[in-house]
C-alpha cells in the first residue's frame, strides 16, 4: 500500500517559518518525482514547488525566494521549508509522487493545515 504521510503544519504568524515533511513508503522512491502542492478554501489546488527531470526544484512563482524543496532519497522523505511566511499561503498542503516531472500525480498525502496570520 503506498502511503504518503505529511506533517509539520501549524498556525504562525507573517513572516514566521515552518518545514513540512513527507514519508513515503509503498513505493519505489527514487522512480517517482515529487512534489508539494496546495489548496485553499474556495480555491483549486496549485502545485507550489517540485523536481524536475534533472533533480532541480521548481517553484511557483508566489513561493519563489521563501521556499525550499529538498528529499532525503535514504529515508524516502520530501521536505519544504517555507520561510517568511505570509497570509496567502494559508491552505491545506499536500505531498504528491507523479510518475514523471510535470505529470499530475498518481498519489497523494492526506494533507497537512498551514495557517498564517497577518
Known amino acids: 500500500e503506498v502511503q504518503l504521510v505529511e506533517s509539520g503544519g501549524g498556525s504562525v504568524e507573517a513572516g514566521g517559518s515552518l518545514r513540512l515533511s513527507c514519508a513515503v513508503s509503498g513505493l519505489t522512491y527514487n522512480n517517482w518525482y515529487m512534489g508539494w502542492f496546495r489548496q485553499a478554501p474556495g480555491k483549486e489546488r496549485e502545485g507550489v514547488a517540485r523536481?524536475?527531470?534533472?533533480?532541480?526544484?521548481i517553484y511557483a512563482e508566489s513561493v519563489k525566494g521563501r521556499f525550499t524543496l529538498s528529499q532525503d532519497n535514504a529515508k524516502n522523505t520530501l521536505y519544504l521549508q517555507m520561510n517568511s511566511l505570509k497570509p496567502e499561503d494559508t491552505a491545506m498542503y499536500y505531498c504528491a509522487a507523479s510518475r514523471f516531472p510535470g505529470a499530475w500525480p498518481s498519489y497523494w498525502g492526506q494533507g497537512t493545515q498551514v495557517t498564517v496570520s497577518p
Open positions: 523536481f524536475d527531470w534533472n533533480g532541480s526544484p
